[in-house]
């Protein structure tokens, strides 16, 4: 069964902003660091950001930081991630997932035109 699906993503000019969210069933993400992965066509999956699992902690990818927050509300299950000023380069199927790694859910698609 799923635990877990994102949702948020879109089409967007350059510049624009989403936020991403990443939901959880029952204890798929309580008390687990939490991470943003992201995938564009023919290239490998990357990580993008990552949150300690009381949110006190956060890692993020050189080519998104000052861009992208990701945070994550506890009580509702929630992780998310917040991206402003969207580049093209940010276009890709973004994922979520916990340290440990459950399996890869469908991913949320971000394009972002020139």
């Known amino acids: 069964q799923v635990q877990l699906a994102e949702s948020g993503g879109g089409l967007v000019q350059a510049g624009d902003s989403l936020r991403l969210s990443c939901a959880a069933s029952?204890?798929?993400?309580?008390?687990?660091?939490v991470g943003w992965f992201r995938q564009a066509p023919g290239k490998e999956r990357k990580f993008v950001a990552g949150?300690?699992?009381?949110?006190?902690?956060?890692y993020y990818t050189d080519s998104v930081k000052g861009r992208f927050t990701i945070s994550r509300d506890n009580a509702k299950k929630m992780v998310y991630l917040q991206m402003n000023s969207l580049k093209p380069e940010d276009t890709a199927v973004y994922y979520c997932?916990?340290?440990?790694?459950?399996?890869w859910g469908q991913g949320t698609q971000v394009t972002v035109s020139s």
């Open positions: 029952g204890r798929t993400l309580s008390t687990y660091a």
């Open positions: 997932n916990r340290n440990p790694f459950l399996a």
């Open positions: 949150i300690s699992w009381t949110g006190s902690s956060t």
